[in-house]
């Protein structure tokens, strides 16, 4: 992966160069389906802007839309195309239609580590397939990071097989919920900031999630029992800027 202030000076000359084709304005609408509480906001987005900031002298500022206040998360990559937005955290696994290749990160057993995934996340969207996929899609990808291994969240103890049957569990996109199907359960996309309510009110049996991000939706006070050893997939989020 390239060092920070290489990987910094070329996502500032692209905001540079994008910000300059596009309009004479030095402010950014950047979407966001996290909410401000999410680790992922908190450690990534917000500081990231904040660095970028920085970095260019406040000639780039950002406009930031948290929580899906400009689009769900499905829609993000077209609030992009369609100049509802400048950039947009996107979530590969929402828009699988997309970025098919992309969306291979939320099969099991993709990485072992955040760490490890996102090393490799960093490589591949330099340059190859994935990039390519990107730009294909109408966006140029900046930066990119995993989340760790998908976890179980349900209501009940899971252990064997059979214990998942005719469950309803939540899944991101639609890959994921081919890990569900062979588990013999019903894999349901619900976006993240929609599956407390989900659980809460019986929609749900069991959760394939992140323990990083169970914190920030307060999981833990709609289920009994969370595994903290297995690899149920993973996710990708990527920094994208619009090309146009």
């Known amino acids: ?53 920085e970095a260019t002298g406040g000639e780039i500022k950002f406009e930031h839309f948290p929580s899906q206040q400009a689009a769900k ?12 937005l400048d950039a947009a955290l ?6 699988a239609e997309s970025l098919p290749l992309n969306s291979v990160v939320g099969l099991p057993g993709y990485y072992g580590s955040a760490v490890q995934g996102t090393q490799a996340l960093q490589t591949m ?11 294909a899609a109408g ?21 064997a097989p059979t214990d998942w049957n005719a469950l309803d569990v939540r899944t991101s996109g639609s890959t994921q919920a081919m890990t569900a199907r062979a588990l013999g359960a019903v894999g349901i996309s619900i976006p993240g900031p929609e599956v407390y309510t989900a659980v809460e009110r019986g929609r749900l049996d069991a959760v394939l999630f992140p323990l990083a991000s169970v914190p920030g939706y307060k999981l833990n006070e709609v289920v009994s029992h969370i595994s903290t050893n297995g690899s149920f997939g993973g996710y990708s989020f990527v920094m994208v800027l619009g090309t146009s």
Request: no cysteine.
């Open 1 to 53: 992966m390239k060092p920070m202030n290489t990987l910094m000076a070329a996502v500032v000359g692209a905001l540079a160069m994008n910000a300059g084709s596009a309009t004479a304005e030095t402010t950014l609408r950047l979407g966001d389906f996290q909410s401000t509480s999410h680790i992922v906001s908190l450690e990534g987005t917000t500081k990231w802007m904040a660095a970028v900031e």
């Open 73 to 84: 998360s499905e829609a993000q990559l077209d609030a992009v195309n369609n100049g509802i």
């Open 90 to 95: 996107l979530g590969a696994l929402y828009h």
């Open 125 to 135: 969207l330099q340059e190859g397939p994935m990039r390519e996929e990107f730009l």
């Open 139 to 159: 966006v140029t990808p900046i930066f990119g990071f995993v989340l760790p291994p998908y976890q179980v969240l349900a209501k009940k103890h899971l252990g």
